[in-house]
């Protein structure tokens, strides 16, 4: 329930300073920060989430690989074991993980809730007073490659950011505290993730999320994310009932998208290959996404029946 959620939150969601060194020589590959914290925060953190992006993936097979009636939210120590193990998973283990490696690393953080196609369905990350009194950055992982901290002191919107195959900016809605995160590109990963919902499109930018900057507890997720991982009747998002594996070696997009595999090419274009048998699919798990264990992609294909028929 949402007070033990919060229980939990004030009482074990924190990383020592020694776990956030470790993760960060060890998985990130990154050396010893304290240095770097010392002598460039801002450009450090850019670096931290670049390194993310590249190890780290965002996916859901951990998530199908379950049961449906054993799935569940996850808890502290589920979520510092996916990211810590490399493995990953979606926004709220990515996030939640990264809060709480930030600020054992003494950056002012907080939670902020943000809507894509469903209220509350996306867990990002901001930063306070980055750069001046009042400076306000946010930390995005996701499937969409955001590979810096974004500065949201903006005016109206901000410069235009091209990562990987994305070009995005943001615009800033007629309350302060609400930001539209807004695409330019015509890419299938792009497309609205519930198929009955459409964007709104502004000369030629679609608005993909609605970020709401208030601070927010991690407890105030829970009701919704309940839904994101056990209630797949309920178009939250499509992470129960569609296959879906993202990260960005080298800062490069590799996916595999139900039965499509995608790797970006040298023109930050996309290659596209089909996915024709269950052991093609373990085949590129194996050689592009290796963290994920296979007995896990195993269970993930035949819970949703990719492979096989459900009858």
């Known amino acids: 329930c949402t007070c033990l959620v919060s229980i939990a939150e004030r009482c074990v969601m924190t990383l020592s300073e020694a776990e956030a060194y470790t993760f960060i020589a060890d998985i990130l590959k990154l050396g010893d920060a304290r240095e770097k914290l010392i002598s460039n925060r801002v450009k450090f953190l850019d670096d931290l989430i670049k390194a993310h992006y590249s190890i780290v993936p965002f996916q859901n097979v951990t998530l199908l690989s379950q049961p449906v ?38 950056y002012n953080v907080h939670f902020a809730s943000a809507d894509i196609f469903y209220p509350n369905n996306h867990v990002t990350v901001i930063v306070n007073n ?47 505290i609400v930001i539209w995160r807004m695409h330019r590109t015509e890419l299938e990963l792009d497309r609205p993730l519930v198929p009955e919902q459409e964007y709104v499109t502004t000369d030629g930018w679609r608005r993909v999320c609605m970020i709401d900057l208030t601070p927010r507890e991690f407890s105030s997720f829970y009701d919704t994310m309940a839904i994101v991982y056990t209630r797949p009747e309920i178009n939250a998002t499509p992470f129960q009932k569609s296959y879906r594996a993202v990260w960005f070696p080298n800062l490069k997009l590799v996916a595999i998208k139900n039965y499509t595999f995608i790797i970006e090419n040298e023109e930050r274009k996309e290659d596209r290959s089909q996915i024709d048998t269950q052991e093609e699919m373990m085949a590129i798990m194996l050689a592009h996404f290796p963290s994920i264990l296979l007995p896990h992609v195993k269970r993930a294909l035949d819970q949703i029946h990719m492979f096989t028929s459900s009858t």
Do not use: Q
């Open 69 to 106: 009636e054993e799935r569940h939210v996850p808890t502290w120590n589920e979520i510092k074991a996916a990211v810590m193990g490399g493995y990953g998973g979606l926004c709220y283990t990515i996030a939640g993980f990264m809060k709480a490696l930030l600020a054992a690393l003494g």
């Open 130 to 176: 980055l750069t001046f009194s009042g400076s306000l950055h946010m930390v995005d992982l996701s499937g969409y490659p955001t590979f810096e901290a974004i500065p949201l002191n903006f005016g109206k919107e901000s410069p235009e950011y091209n990562h990987s195959f994305l070009r995005y900016k943001f615009v800033r809605a007629a309350s302060n």
